[in-house]
Protein backbone atom coordinates (compact mmCIF):
# COMPACT_ATOMS: atom_id res chain seq x y z
CA UNK A 1 0.00 0.00 0.00
CA UNK A 2 1.34 3.23 -1.02
CA UNK A 3 0.64 6.55 0.80
CA UNK A 4 1.03 9.93 0.02
CA UNK A 5 4.41 11.25 1.23
CA UNK A 6 5.01 15.03 1.89
CA UNK A 7 7.76 16.47 -0.82
CA UNK A 8 11.14 16.35 0.28
CA UNK A 9 12.95 19.67 0.22
CA UNK A 10 14.67 20.37 -3.33
CA UNK A 11 18.15 20.34 -2.01
CA UNK A 12 17.82 16.84 -0.56
CA UNK A 13 15.89 15.49 -4.32
CA UNK A 14 19.16 16.89 -5.61
CA UNK A 15 21.21 14.56 -3.08
CA UNK A 16 19.46 11.40 -3.91
CA UNK A 17 19.48 11.84 -7.21
CA UNK A 18 23.66 12.20 -7.17
CA UNK A 19 23.58 9.28 -5.23
CA UNK A 20 22.44 6.77 -7.61
CA UNK A 21 25.06 3.89 -8.40
CA UNK A 22 27.50 4.26 -11.21
CA UNK A 23 27.30 1.97 -14.25
CA UNK A 24 29.80 -0.26 -15.44
CA UNK A 25 30.45 -2.13 -18.41
CA UNK A 26 32.53 -5.38 -18.55
CA UNK A 27 33.68 -6.83 -21.74
CA UNK A 28 34.42 -10.57 -21.32
CA UNK A 29 34.93 -13.53 -23.32
CA UNK A 30 34.18 -16.90 -21.74
CA UNK A 31 33.15 -17.12 -18.10
CA UNK A 32 32.88 -13.60 -16.10
CA UNK A 33 35.47 -12.90 -13.27
CA UNK A 34 33.24 -13.41 -10.31
CA UNK A 35 35.86 -11.56 -8.21
CA UNK A 36 36.13 -8.61 -10.32
CA UNK A 37 31.70 -8.11 -10.53
CA UNK A 38 32.26 -8.33 -6.73
CA UNK A 39 34.43 -5.49 -6.07
CA UNK A 40 33.13 -3.19 -8.78
CA UNK A 41 29.75 -4.11 -6.48
CA UNK A 42 31.64 -3.07 -3.47
CA UNK A 43 32.69 -0.05 -5.06
CA UNK A 44 28.97 1.20 -5.89
CA UNK A 45 28.66 -0.28 -9.21
CA UNK A 46 26.01 -1.61 -11.36
CA UNK A 47 27.49 -4.32 -13.41
CA UNK A 48 26.28 -5.30 -16.75
CA UNK A 49 28.25 -7.67 -18.63
CA UNK A 50 28.60 -7.36 -22.25
CA UNK A 51 29.74 -10.56 -24.66
CA UNK A 52 30.56 -8.57 -27.43
CA UNK A 53 32.55 -6.24 -28.67
CA UNK A 54 30.06 -4.50 -31.39
CA UNK A 55 27.53 -4.01 -28.60
CA UNK A 56 29.79 -1.70 -26.41
CA UNK A 57 30.99 0.20 -28.53
CA UNK A 58 27.46 0.94 -29.88
CA UNK A 59 26.24 1.27 -26.19
CA UNK A 60 28.82 3.13 -24.33
CA UNK A 61 27.98 6.15 -26.54
CA UNK A 62 25.13 6.87 -24.82
CA UNK A 63 24.89 8.20 -21.18
CA UNK A 64 24.77 5.00 -19.75
CA UNK A 65 28.38 3.70 -18.44
CA UNK A 66 30.93 5.32 -16.57
CA UNK A 67 33.27 2.64 -16.76
CA UNK A 68 33.95 0.26 -19.07
CA UNK A 69 36.92 -2.59 -18.08
CA UNK A 70 38.00 -5.35 -20.85
CA UNK A 71 37.86 -8.55 -18.96
CA UNK A 72 39.94 -10.96 -21.13
CA UNK A 73 42.16 -14.05 -21.53
CA UNK A 74 44.47 -11.75 -23.93
CA UNK A 75 43.98 -8.15 -25.21
CA UNK A 76 44.49 -8.75 -28.63
CA UNK A 77 44.47 -6.47 -31.72
CA UNK A 78 40.35 -6.67 -32.08
CA UNK A 79 39.72 -5.66 -28.48
CA UNK A 80 42.53 -3.09 -29.40
CA UNK A 81 40.42 -1.73 -32.29
CA UNK A 82 36.52 -1.66 -30.28
CA UNK A 83 39.52 0.35 -27.47
CA UNK A 84 40.19 3.02 -29.76
CA UNK A 85 36.28 3.57 -31.26
CA UNK A 86 35.83 4.14 -27.45
CA UNK A 87 38.01 6.23 -26.67
CA UNK A 88 37.92 8.68 -29.86
CA UNK A 89 33.85 8.76 -29.13
CA UNK A 90 34.67 9.77 -25.43
CA UNK A 91 37.86 10.86 -23.95
CA UNK A 92 36.82 11.35 -20.57
CA UNK A 93 35.55 7.49 -20.41
CA UNK A 94 37.71 5.65 -17.59
CA UNK A 95 39.05 2.87 -19.03
CA UNK A 96 40.67 -0.47 -17.68
CA UNK A 97 42.14 -3.49 -18.95
CA UNK A 98 41.84 -6.54 -16.76
CA UNK A 99 44.11 -9.33 -18.60
CA UNK A 100 45.23 -13.39 -18.10
CA UNK A 101 48.68 -12.05 -20.01
CA UNK A 102 50.74 -9.47 -19.20
CA UNK A 103 53.44 -9.18 -21.90
CA UNK A 104 54.79 -5.67 -22.71
CA UNK A 105 53.47 -6.13 -26.16
CA UNK A 106 49.89 -6.43 -24.79
CA UNK A 107 50.27 -3.83 -22.16
CA UNK A 108 52.16 -1.45 -24.65
CA UNK A 109 48.91 -2.32 -26.89
CA UNK A 110 46.10 -1.72 -24.47
CA UNK A 111 47.33 1.57 -23.08
CA UNK A 112 48.44 3.17 -26.78
CA UNK A 113 44.36 2.24 -27.61
CA UNK A 114 43.05 4.33 -24.97
CA UNK A 115 43.21 2.18 -22.05
CA UNK A 116 43.64 4.04 -18.49
CA UNK A 117 44.91 1.31 -16.93
CA UNK A 118 46.30 -2.32 -17.37
CA UNK A 119 46.26 -4.87 -14.70
CA UNK A 120 47.59 -8.30 -14.44
CA UNK A 121 45.65 -10.92 -13.05
CA UNK A 122 45.59 -12.39 -10.74
CA UNK A 123 45.33 -9.38 -8.76
CA UNK A 124 44.93 -8.31 -5.29
CA UNK A 125 41.49 -7.10 -4.27
CA UNK A 126 42.60 -3.95 -1.90
CA UNK A 127 44.99 -3.08 -4.95
CA UNK A 128 41.92 -3.67 -7.62
CA UNK A 129 39.65 -1.34 -5.80
CA UNK A 130 42.35 1.24 -4.98
CA UNK A 131 43.42 1.42 -8.81
CA UNK A 132 39.21 1.57 -9.51
CA UNK A 133 39.12 4.57 -7.04
CA UNK A 134 42.40 6.40 -8.72
CA UNK A 135 40.77 5.85 -12.20
CA UNK A 136 37.83 7.58 -11.12
CA UNK A 137 39.64 10.43 -9.61
CA UNK A 138 41.87 11.02 -12.79
CA UNK A 139 38.75 11.02 -15.24
CA UNK A 140 36.91 13.45 -13.17
CA UNK A 141 34.19 11.24 -12.27
CA UNK A 142 35.08 10.29 -8.57
CA UNK A 143 31.84 12.37 -7.92
CA UNK A 144 28.86 10.87 -9.22
CA UNK A 145 27.06 12.22 -12.37
CA UNK A 146 24.56 14.10 -13.22
CA UNK A 147 22.71 11.47 -14.88
CA UNK A 148 19.73 10.24 -13.20
CA UNK A 149 18.72 6.40 -13.48
CA UNK A 150 15.44 4.48 -12.65
CA UNK A 151 15.15 0.56 -13.85
CA UNK A 152 15.76 0.95 -17.46
CA UNK A 153 15.62 4.78 -17.96
CA UNK A 154 18.50 7.26 -17.89
CA UNK A 155 18.38 10.43 -17.81
CA UNK A 156 21.56 13.25 -19.03
CA UNK A 157 20.57 16.53 -16.86
CA UNK A 158 23.22 18.39 -18.59
CA UNK A 159 22.76 17.32 -22.32
CA UNK A 160 18.68 16.75 -21.32
CA UNK A 161 18.54 13.43 -23.00
CA UNK A 162 16.66 10.25 -22.46
CA UNK A 163 17.47 6.42 -22.85
CA UNK A 164 15.22 3.81 -22.32
CA UNK A 165 17.42 0.14 -22.98
CA UNK A 166 20.13 2.16 -24.36
CA UNK A 167 17.37 3.37 -26.77
CA UNK A 168 17.35 7.47 -27.33
CA UNK A 169 13.95 8.89 -26.83
CA UNK A 170 13.26 12.81 -27.94
CA UNK A 171 11.15 14.71 -25.63
CA UNK A 172 10.06 18.15 -25.69
CA UNK A 173 11.79 20.46 -22.73
CA UNK A 174 8.50 20.40 -20.68
CA UNK A 175 8.27 16.76 -21.02
CA UNK A 176 11.86 16.49 -20.20
CA UNK A 177 11.19 18.42 -17.12
CA UNK A 178 8.41 16.34 -16.03
CA UNK A 179 9.99 13.08 -16.34
CA UNK A 180 13.33 14.23 -14.31
CA UNK A 181 10.26 15.08 -11.75
CA UNK A 182 8.80 11.45 -11.75
CA UNK A 183 12.19 10.05 -11.44
CA UNK A 184 13.73 11.90 -8.23
CA UNK A 185 10.27 10.86 -6.86
CA UNK A 186 10.20 7.72 -7.77
CA UNK A 187 7.88 5.06 -6.10
CA UNK A 188 6.13 8.07 -4.69
CA UNK A 189 2.34 9.05 -5.10
CA UNK A 190 2.62 12.91 -6.76
CA UNK A 191 -0.90 14.73 -7.00
CA UNK A 192 -1.12 16.78 -10.01
CA UNK A 193 -1.21 20.11 -7.84
CA UNK A 194 2.39 18.77 -6.86
CA UNK A 195 3.35 18.43 -10.79
CA UNK A 196 1.76 21.43 -11.50
CA UNK A 197 3.79 23.54 -9.01
CA UNK A 198 7.19 22.01 -9.48
CA UNK A 199 6.94 21.59 -13.71
CA UNK A 200 4.34 24.60 -14.66
CA UNK A 201 5.19 27.06 -11.75
CA UNK A 202 1.39 27.19 -11.36
CA UNK A 203 -0.62 27.19 -8.40
CA UNK A 204 -2.06 24.29 -6.67
CA UNK A 205 -5.72 25.52 -7.42
CA UNK A 206 -4.85 26.23 -10.92
CA UNK A 207 -7.34 24.59 -13.14
CA UNK A 208 -6.28 22.46 -16.27
CA UNK A 209 -5.29 19.20 -17.48
CA UNK A 210 -2.17 19.96 -18.88
CA UNK A 211 -0.58 17.42 -17.06
CA UNK A 212 -3.07 14.67 -17.99
CA UNK A 213 -2.11 15.71 -21.28
CA UNK A 214 1.73 15.62 -20.82
CA UNK A 215 1.58 12.55 -18.89
CA UNK A 216 0.31 10.39 -22.42
CA UNK A 217 2.53 12.31 -24.45
CA UNK A 218 5.37 10.34 -21.81
CA UNK A 219 3.56 7.33 -21.96
CA UNK A 220 3.27 6.99 -25.42
CA UNK A 221 6.94 8.10 -26.25
CA UNK A 222 8.15 5.74 -23.12
CA UNK A 223 6.51 2.72 -23.60
CA UNK A 224 7.37 2.77 -27.33
CA UNK A 225 8.18 -0.91 -28.78
CA UNK A 226 8.23 -4.05 -26.03
CA UNK A 227 8.68 -1.36 -23.39
CA UNK A 228 6.24 -1.60 -20.45
CA UNK A 229 4.78 0.76 -18.51
CA UNK A 230 6.10 3.07 -15.74
CA UNK A 231 4.36 6.17 -14.90
CA UNK A 232 0.71 5.11 -13.67
CA UNK A 233 -2.28 6.83 -12.52
CA UNK A 234 -3.40 6.46 -9.06
CA UNK A 235 -7.18 6.83 -8.89
CA UNK A 236 -8.31 10.17 -7.15
CA UNK A 237 -4.44 10.68 -6.01
CA UNK A 238 -2.26 11.71 -9.02
CA UNK A 239 0.48 9.99 -10.52
CA UNK A 240 3.59 7.41 -9.99
CA UNK A 241 6.73 6.12 -12.10
CA UNK A 242 6.84 2.47 -11.02
CA UNK A 243 8.51 -0.10 -12.88
CA UNK A 244 6.04 -3.46 -12.04
CA UNK A 245 8.13 -6.91 -11.43
CA UNK A 246 8.46 -8.82 -14.63
CA UNK A 247 7.48 -5.74 -16.76
Known sequence: ???VSPLQSKKTLADQALQLRRQAAVIAEGSPNAHLFTLLVEQ???????????????SVAQPRFDMVIFDLPRFDE????????????????PIMVVSATDSL???VRGLDSGADEFVAKPFSSPEMAARLRALLRRSGTSQPSNILRYSDLALDLASRTVYRNNQRIDLSRREFSL?????QHAEQ??????ILEEVWDKPANYESNVVDVYVNYLRNKLEQGSNGRLVHTVRGKGY???R????
Open 189 to 194: ILTRDQ
Open 78 to 93: RHQSTCMRLRHRDQSL
Open 1 to 3: MVT
Open 240 to 242: MLH
Open 105 to 107: EDR
Open 244 to 247: QPGA
Open 44 to 58: GFDVRLVRTDDLVSE
Open 179 to 183: LTFLV
